[in-house]
């Protein structure tokens, strides 16, 4: 292919009327910090496609939902696609599920630079620079009814590359159809891409994470083509405010100040590896042994929890101990040799009861007492889920009460 290289940035799912959330008890700056979230991650986005001089910004849809921003969401995206304007920076934009273009205020005008697609047929924008074409943006809204078509995006070849903008659930598998070399959706909060050969196939992601079902880093994609090195796309942070899962590993042996000493160092290493952003981390206590036992039913968990938030949230960068648990992950019996003890005895029974798929009936526990017809409905587990909760519960229960056993030998 011949033609000019150029940068383009690639993003979505905005969704500025989607604060994070946030428990009771977080203290109020980071509170604010939450609110504003979807609006500073949509701001830095917009400072990397000034800093790295994007010839254009392709939004993938789900931006905001002007029904549930007010006012304020559409001022501000006006205010952000100004200052892209005044650097000449056009904007292609596809509405996705709850950004349809006719949810946008018609009293507020948008800036001449950005370019909205409005019908379910794809339409076609030659993006130029310095009067000469660069690239094609293929792009049209999602049809409520049906899934995304593919082959509606079919283009004649063409001497600069295309790019298709696309919202919603689709098949990767078939996004390959003549004509595009791009395809850039949108939908999916998690960043994913399926295929950079021959054509890329991308979701840059939400810019800002929610809660802990999406955790670590957020941002968007720019996007680098060269006629002969075709497209090379590259990872940006945006987000202000980081959820994280922390998996801490104990050993029977790991005491309080231990455990306490591995806790301060993740959140060094945490806070070191980004510095500017503010973190809200859920920690998982991975192991056995007699501390588990403390964490899994004392006030220790309350305790560790209440002194994390202490020391760890008083300053910027925040780092907000979420909440802190033992991970429900049933331990296994040891290998030894000789004489097992209970606790082995009981896991290993566990381990057989677990591959069995029985129905879990405890009523015959329950004959001859005057309750046994009361009881009858919740002795007799069918539900898989509560089933297999019911074995976790149980099994992690005999484990801990079992765990001292050896001292009663003695
Ligand atoms: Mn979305």
Redesign the pocket.
């Known amino acids: 292919m011949a033609g000019t290289p150029f940068c383009f940035l690639h993003a979505s799912?905005f969704?500025l009327e989607q604060p994070g959330t946030a428990g009771i008890e977080t203290p109020e700056p980071l509170r604010e910090a939450m609110l504003e979230s979807p609006y500073r991650a949509a701001e830095r986005v917009v400072d990397l496609a000034l800093a790295h001089q994007a010839a254009f910004v392709v939004l993938a849809g789900?931006i905001l939902d002007p029904t549930w921003t007010g006012p304020r969401g559409p001022l501000f995206l006006r205010e952000q696609f100004r200052r892209l304007a005044d650097a000449g920076v056009t904007v292609y934009w596809v509405g996705?599920?709850?950004d349809p273009p006719e949810l946008w205020p018609s009293l507020l005008r948008l800036p001449d630079n950005v370019r909205r697609f409005s019908r379910s047929r794809p339409e076609v924008h030659l993006h130029e620079q310095g009067g000469a074409p660069i690239a094609r943006v293929v792009g049209a809204v999602r049809h409520k009814k049906r899934r995304v078509r593919p082959r509606d995006f079919r283009q004649s070849p063409a001497e600069v590359p295309t790019i298709a903008v696309v919202y919603g659930r689709t098949d990767p598998e078939k996004l390959h159809v003549e004509g595009i070399d791009y395809w850039a959706l949108g939908?999916r909060?998690r960043r994913s891409t399926f295929r950079t050969s021959p054509e890329v196939v991308h979701y840059p992601g939400?810019p800002q994470g929610r809660g802990p079902e999406e955790p670590g880093a957020h941002g968007c994609t720019l996007v680098w083509w060269h006629p002969e090195r075709g497209f090379r796309l590259a990872f940006f942070a945006a987000d202000g405010l980081r959820w994280q899962t922390e998996r801490i590993p104990v050993h029977s042996r790991t005491n309080r100040e231990a455990l306490e000493t591995l806790l301060r160092g993740r959140v060094h290493a945490l806070r070191q590896s980004a510095p500017m952003v503010d973190w809200m981390v859920d920690w998982v206590i991975v192991g056995e042994g007699p501390l588990v036992d403390r964490l899994r039913r004392g006030r220790l968990a309350a305790e560790l929890l209440e002194q994390l938030r202490r020391e760890f949230a008083q300053e910027k960068p925040f780092c907000w101990s979420n909440s802190l648990r033992v991970s429900q992950e049933i331990p296994k019996p040891a290998e030894t040799e000789g004489t097992p003890s209970l606790r082995d005895v009981f896991l290993r029974l566990v381990q057989q009861r677990q591959n069995e798929t029985e129905t879990v009936d405890l009523s015959e526990y329950a004959e001859g007492s005057s309750l046994a017809g009361q009881l009858g409905s919740i002795l007799s587990v069918e539900d898989p889920r509560l089933q297999n909760q019911l074995w976790q519960e149980s099994a992690l229960l005999g484990a801990d009460l079992l765990e001292g056993e050896g001292m009663l030998g003695m």
């Open positions: 799912d969704h789900d996705g599920r709850c939908g909060h939400t």
